[in-house]
């Protein structure tokens, strides 16, 4: 399986990918953390990147695809992947499918995590990261609306969008998420034949 999970910030994208992977067997890729981890062990991309993460903005799209070319090719991909915060912008999304369709892999589901603003807001002011202060959380959900969020109509038109209602326990919007996953998948399966 190959598996997109994307939302703005605070709706619970790393929160439902660490049990995803766990459920699911499938090699998780978060962005934000490999960017954070590059960062920390001091790898020049990593630096680069850390200009744009303390301020909010989307961290480049060639940064970000050295890094995820770099995770893809080193991994075994037999049993799937699950890209966690990964495509945000269009280009992000068109490289994607272009590093699938070189592995004959198709992706399997695009699901979107839904929030209203307040509820993000009260998350991430709990969190603390050191992203979340106000004026970087207002630029993250700035960039969310005119960047990422119309990767939503870009699945969509590939037919492999599920938009889930990410307020709730953990536990409920986990059982709504793999609900929308196994959907996709079976309506997959049955294209193929
Ligand atoms: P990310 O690391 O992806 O983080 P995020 O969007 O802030 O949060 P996420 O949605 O994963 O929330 P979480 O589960 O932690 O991105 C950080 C930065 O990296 C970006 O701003 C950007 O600069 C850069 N970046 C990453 N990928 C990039 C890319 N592809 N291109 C360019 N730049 C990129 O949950 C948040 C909080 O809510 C937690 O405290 C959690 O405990 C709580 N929570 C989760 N689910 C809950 C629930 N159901 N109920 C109550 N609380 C919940």
Redesign the pocket.
């Known amino acids: 399986m190959r598996i997109v999970?994307i939302?703005?910030?605070?709706?619970?994208?790393?929160?439902?990918?660490?049990r995803l992977a766990e459920e699911l067997h499938v090699t998780h890729l978060?962005?934000?953390?490999?960017?954070?981890a590059a960062r920390a062990a001091g790898e020049p991309v990593g630096v680069a990147?850390g200009e744009?993460?303390d301020v909010?903005?989307?961290?480049?799209?060639d940064?970000?695809l050295q890094l995820?070319a770099e995770r893809l090719r080193d991994n075994d991909h037999e049993q799937g992947y699950l890209f966690?915060?990964?495509?945000?912008?269009r280009n992000?999304a068109e490289a994607l499918d272009y590093l699938l369709a070189e592995r004959e892999t198709p992706l399997t589901a695009a699901i979107e995590?839904v929030?209203p603003t307040d509820?993000?807001l009260?998350?991430?002011s709990?969190?603390?990261?050191s992203?979340?202060t106000d004026a970087?959380?207002r630029?993250?959900l700035r960039?969310?609306d005119e960047l990422?969020a119309p990767m939503s109509g870009y699945y969509a038109e590939r037919g492999v969008l599920a938009r889930v209602d990410?307020?709730?326990?953990?536990?409920?919007?986990f059982k709504l998420v793999t609900e929308a996953i196994s959907g996709l998948a079976k309506k997959q399966q049955a294209a193929a034949g």
């Open positions: 999970l939302g703005p910030p605070g709706a619970g994208k790393g929160t439902q990918c660490l978060s962005t934000g953390e490999v960017l954070r990147a744009f993460l909010g903005k989307l961290v480049p799209d940064l970000v995820v966690d915060g990964f495509p945000r912008t992000q995590l929030a509820e993000l009260r998350r991430l709990q969190r603390g990261r992203d979340d970087t959380i630029e993250r960039q969310y990422t990410a307020v709730g326990t953990v536990d409920e919007v």
